[in-house]
């Protein structure tokens, strides 16, 4: 006679293989939680001492204690910074460039992307050779900047946007996402008369939009972040960008700032270094309200663009 099986719930396999686990995994798993608790604790201290200060009153800024919150809460150092016509300037500008950038690396990566992930694209192994090399060997600093000079691109944003709106890594993720579309819904739209800009637009962008979500992400922080070559191609400070001014204030310890913000405020109220820390966390939230939003993206996105042919 033979036995039948039972299938157990899914419950119940899991809580059986819990009661499985032996001391020294648990004691294990409890130590991994410590260290990465810890470590937690340290990546996230400098974000909350930095927004800490930058609420601080002159006199507790000058403390030599830990900055977990501010016992008297001030934001005059964000009038300061908010007032001041070169960072909003900045701001602007930084917002254009993220932007711009943005859709128009979103855009030049799919319509390039799209024609690879076909097969029977003519030279393909070709084009995907010499794509792959710029990601070894690039011209460098000197050749990249004698090519926007020459393209008349110097004090605008174009050259801070078109030298990298394209990225070898960013096409191979997302042509390795086309390819696991299924080629009947090609066949399909061409069947039905569709063109391939239709395909692309109303097919396999909208199914793709984990990997396009990352590859957003990604290159709006890129943009966001990016200040060198700013300092390269920008001089006119009409046209800087935000982190240029960011690194003059903290990095170079300018006062400047403080100078154009001063208006009618007790100078006795802030101090260079809540002025520093506003900048900073002004800087960087509009990325931290972004990512949330795009970060259940990006593990699928980068897993099914990262599969091999």
């Not at 050259?159 to 191979?172: D, E, G, H, R, V």
């Amino acid at each position: 006679m033979v036995a039948e099986r039972v299938d157990l719930p899914r419950h119940a396999v899991k809580s059986r293989r819990r009661m499985r686990r032996s001391g020294g995994e648990m004691v294990f798993d409890g130590f991994n939680l410590l260290l990465l608790g810890f470590a937690g604790l340290l990546a996230l201290y400098p974000f909350v001492y930095t927004l800490s200060l930058s609420f601080s009153t002159a006199s507790e800024a000058r403390r030599d204690t830990l900055h977990l919150y501010p016992t008297q809460v001030s934001t005059m150092a964000y009038q300061i910074v908010l007032s001041s016509p070169e960072i909003v300037t900045g701001l602007t500008n930084t917002l254009v460039r993220t932007v711009l950038g943005t859709l128009l690396t979103v855009f030049l990566t799919c319509i390039a992307a799209y024609p690879l992930a076909h097969k029977e694209l003519p030279h393909r192994s070709l084009i995907l050779f010499i794509i792959l090399f710029t990601m070894i060997f690039s011209g460098g600093i000197v050749p990249g900047y004698l090519l926007v000079r020459s393209l008349g691109m110097i004090n605008t944003v174009w050259a801070l946007i078109l030298p990298t709106a394209l990225s070898a890594f960013n096409i191979i993720i997302v042509k390795n996402f086309f390819q696991q579309l299924p080629e009947s819904l090609h066949e399909a739209a061409r069947v039905e008369g569709a063109s391939e800009w239709a395909i692309l637009f109303r097919i396999y962008m909208p199914l793709s939009r984990p990997v396009l979500a990352t590859i957003t992400l990604w290159t709006a922080v890129g943009h966001w972040n990016q200040w060198f070559d700013a300092l390269l191609y920008i001089t006119d400070d009409r046209k800087q960008v935000l982190q240029c001014f960011l690194q003059r204030i903290v990095i170079e310890n300018s006062t400047q700032l403080i100078d154009m913000g001063k208006m009618s405020q007790d100078i006795a109220s802030y101090t260079p270094e809540t002025v520093k820390a506003a900048t900073v966390v002004i800087i960087i939230l509009p990325m931290l309200l972004l990512y949330p939003f795009l970060q259940r993206y990006i593990v699928s996105g980068v897993l099914l663009g990262g599969v091999k042919e």
